[in-house]
């Protein structure tokens, strides 16, 4: 007979707390009743091994991932020197764009077309930023 534990992965400290914090939460939510709440929890911290921590969570729904706010921050333009450089040319582009249209003495305002589309380019851009350097999620067990 195979000693099948030599094969198993030792469950850490860390990776009871992430399913305690997953009990508990869908306790919060309602879809775990009390008895059940303390059940799971009492059968996660005596776990020994990852498989028996996955079992505790199997029938749990996986949290959705957070949805990322608003890309262009003071801290994107921190992190992202190039953030701040995309931020200073779309501001000079509108600044004589504007000017020009005030010198020129034009009725429409046509700087609004350059000035919207340069605005996107830098949300596009800042948004590609967040994305990529977002943490990925840990997989819980």
Request: hydrophobic content about 50%.
């Amino acid at each position: 007979m195979e000693d099948t534990s030599s094969a198993r992965i030792r469950a850490a400290d860390a990776d009871r707390e992430r399913v305690a914090t997953t009990v508990q939460t869908a306790g919060a939510e309602g879809r775990l009743t009390l008895d059940e709440v303390e059940e799971r929890l009492s059968r996660v911290y005596s776990a020994r091994f990852t498989d028996e921590l996955a079992a505790l969570t199997t029938d749990l729904p996986r949290p959705a991932p957070p949805s990322p706010g608003f890309p262009l921050t003071r801290e994107a333009l921190r992190r992202h020197p190039a953030l701040r450089v995309h931020l200073a040319v779309v501001v000079a582009i509108a600044v004589l764009v504007v000017v020009r249209w005030a010198v020129l003495g034009a009725g429409f305002f046509w700087p609004a077309f350059p000035v919207f589309w340069l605005g996107m380019s830098l949300l596009v851009h800042a948004r590609v930023r967040s994305v990529r350097q977002r943490p990925r999620a840990a997989v819980p067990y």
